[in-house]
């Protein structure tokens, strides 16, 4: 199984006055825009996910909804609790089985810490510290879910490499 886990992109700076939920806070536009420009270079290296799973997050399911159709998915983004941050990892090894298809590839998207912490399970290793900017991708392959044995980085791609493809 295949697993793209992205960080979400640029959201709006917290605001309790404007966001009394943080939940609801927004990408910018300019996050908006460099996820669009980041989604053709996921088209044009022939990424491919069955489903996109999501943190309920507003601004997740913002990427997660530029992000899907680039993926080449076709039905809506799932939720997922267990891609919020602090969420519960064994939600989350359930609702990414019931989302996986027959050809089970996913992409995720959620926050840091979490996304740092989900991949240095999923590989074995602990106190991972990585540079993940937004709208930043791995990707990793896993036996199962939950994963038994470690699973394998393919790649670990920063968006700005995404957005600067040759067209």
Do not use: C, N
């Not at 966001?19 to 908006?32: H, K, N, S, V, Y």
């Not at 990427?63 to 267990?82: M, N, W």
Request: glycine share 10%; charged share 30%; net charge negative.
């Amino acid at each position: 199984m295949r697993l793209y886990l992205v960080r979400h992109g640029i959201a709006d700076e917290r605001d309790p006055e404007r966001w009394p939920d943080d939940a609801e806070r927004p990408l910018t536009e300019e996050g908006e825009r460099r996820l669009r420009r980041m989604a053709e270079g996921v088209r044009i290296l022939g990424l491919q996910a069955d489903a996109a799973v999501s943190s309920p997050l507003l601004r997740a399911r913002q990427t997660a909804e530029i992000l899907a159709p680039a993926f080449g998915v076709r039905e809506p983004v799932h939720l997922t609790p267990g891609l919020a941050p602090g969420g519960p990892r064994e939600r989350l090894w359930h609702d990414l089985d019931a989302a996986a298809g027959p050809g089970g590839s996913l992409a995720l998207v959620g926050h840091e810490p979490d996304l740092s912490e989900l991949l240095g399970d999923i590989l074995r290793v602990s106190g991972l510290a990585l540079d993940w900017r937004k709208g930043g991708i791995a990707e990793v392959l896993v036996e199962d879910l939950p994963p038994r044995s470690p699973g394998t980085l393919l790649a670990f791609t920063p968006p700005r490499w995404l957005r600067e493809i040759p067209r």
